[in-house]
């Protein structure tokens, strides 16, 4: 897998880009140079902790590796295409990768708190029919080094006094909640976890770092045997007759099977529990009923729900429910014994919420034009 990265670097750009590998990534390529693997922990921290980006101030590292390095190695960062700042102090910004497509993060700040908010993909190809990327199609998947990107230019940016009046500055906590389902991904998103939780580099806690994901079940076992990480899951319908129209991924891993690999997911550790994110539309899924069969569902498994007011955007097709059915909801859910929390919505001013993170992505699916065409949108097939 590193290998391919590699590869794909090799091919695209000429030189490496040294932020698509972690450190067993990185200690197999120092030796393959002749190198000794601890080099690897070195060159980490000067990318990472002091954020030297110029191979030749690098000075505990030999004259000979840094040579090599400047000739064949490089750190790629996207380019800021855009930059918002929210009145409630969130941060969206644009990242426009060397193919010409952007991608979005969000910067999320609290007291004493900063999460970033990370796309693993440009667009997502998982067509959930009340999210704004998946109006945008699919292009490809992210590189390691476009993930962890994300990660290094957003602090830069903080750094900079442009951001004075943000609140909490720097990047505490990493959600996997930005464009794309990282876990169809796998292979570039285990890497960039590697990095967010290496001592050497961003040095998180696990329960600091999320995945979430619409419920691809087999990568949630693999993800569960190759790094730890906490566990989100866009569960949006206590039923599946419901979740296969919101989360049509529900057809191919139902609920039981989406629970199942949950329950699995935590065995692993006795303080872990799983989010489970429900997106609150009006008539669709938020009555009382739904809430006690979601009650009754989660029943024993040890998670918390996260109600999460739908974020509209044009041509959406859903309203958020009324403050009345999220609080009569949360009620119904508590009497279950299942724990809930009402989200606030941030950074809406600047569509920088949840699901309304589009960005600018060549559709490879060509998503839109097929649905415009279909009978679904009122328009005759062409
Ligand atoms: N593909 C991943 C990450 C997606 S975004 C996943 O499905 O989990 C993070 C959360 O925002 C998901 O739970 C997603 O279902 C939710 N979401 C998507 N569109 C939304 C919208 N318009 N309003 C509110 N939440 C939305």
């Known amino acids: 897998m590193i290998m391919t990265n590699v590869a794909q670097t090799q091919v695209l750009e000429g030189k490496l880009n040294l932020l698509d590998f972690d450190r067993v990534g990185l200690r197999s390529l120092l030796e393959q140079w002749g190198e000794k693997p601890f080099r690897a922990d070195q060159l980490m921290k000067w990318v990472y902790h002091d954020r030297i980006s110029d191979f030749s101030e690098m000075s505990n590292i030999s004259k000979a590796l840094r040579g090599r390095l400047q000739d064949s190695a490089e750190l790629r960062l996207p380019e800021v295409a855009e930059a918002?700042?929210?009145?409630?102090?969130?941060?969206?910004?644009?990242?426009?990768?060397?193919?010409g497509n952007n991608v979005e993060t969000v910067f999320i700040p609290t007291d004493d708190r900063g999460t970033l908010c990370v796309s693993s993909q440009v667009g997502c190809a998982l067509d959930c029919s009340f999210c704004a990327t998946a109006r945008q199609g699919f292009n490809r998947n992210l590189t390691t080094g476009e993930i962890v990107g994300q990660l290094v230019l957003a602090q830069k940016l903080l750094d900079t006094p442009e951001y004075q009046s943000v609140s909490y500055r720097r990047i505490s906590n990493v959600v996997m909640m930005g464009m794309g389902e990282p876990l169809a991904n796998?292979?570039?998103?285990?890497?960039?976890?590697?990095?967010?939780l290496d001592d050497n580099a961003w040095g998180l806690s696990k329960r600091r770092v999320t995945v979430s994901t619409s419920g691809i079940v087999p990568a949630i076992d693999r993800l569960r045997e190759q790094v730890d990480v906490a566990l989100a899951v866009s569960l949006h319908a206590p039923t599946d007759d419901l979740r296969n129209e919101l989360v049509p991924i529900n057809k191919k891993y139902p609920i039981k099977d989406l629970l199942d690999a949950c329950r699995r997911y935590v065995t692993r550790d006795h303080k872990s529990h799983i989010m489970f994110e429900y997106v609150m539309l009006e008539g669709v899924n938020d009555q009382p009923e739904h809430a006690r069969?979601?009650?009754?569902?989660?029943?024993?498994?040890?998670?918390?729900?996260?109600?999460?007011?739908?974020n509209p955007f044009p041509g959406a097709g859903y309203t958020v429910s009324s403050n009345n059915a999220i609080n009569r909801f949360w009620e119904e859910l508590n009497k279950t014994g299942v724990r809930a929390l009402k989200r606030r919505t941030r950074g809406d001013d600047i569509d920088a919420a949840c699901?309304?993170?589009?960005?600018?992505?060549?559709?490879?699916?060509?998503?839109?034009?097929?649905?415009?065409?279909?009978?679904?949108?009122g328009e005759t097939p062409s």
């Open 355 to 377: 699901g309304q993170l589009a960005g600018d992505v060549d559709d490879k699916t060509q998503r839109m034009a097929k649905k415009f065409a279909s009978p679904r949108y």
């Open 186 to 196: 796998f292979n570039a998103l285990v890497p960039a976890l590697n990095l967010m």
């Open 293 to 310: 069969a979601l009650g009754k569902l989660l029943r024993g498994l040890p998670c918390k729900v996260n109600m999460i007011p739908f």
């Open 84 to 99: 918002q700042i929210s009145r409630d102090g969130t941060c969206k910004w644009a990242f426009k990768l060397s193919c």
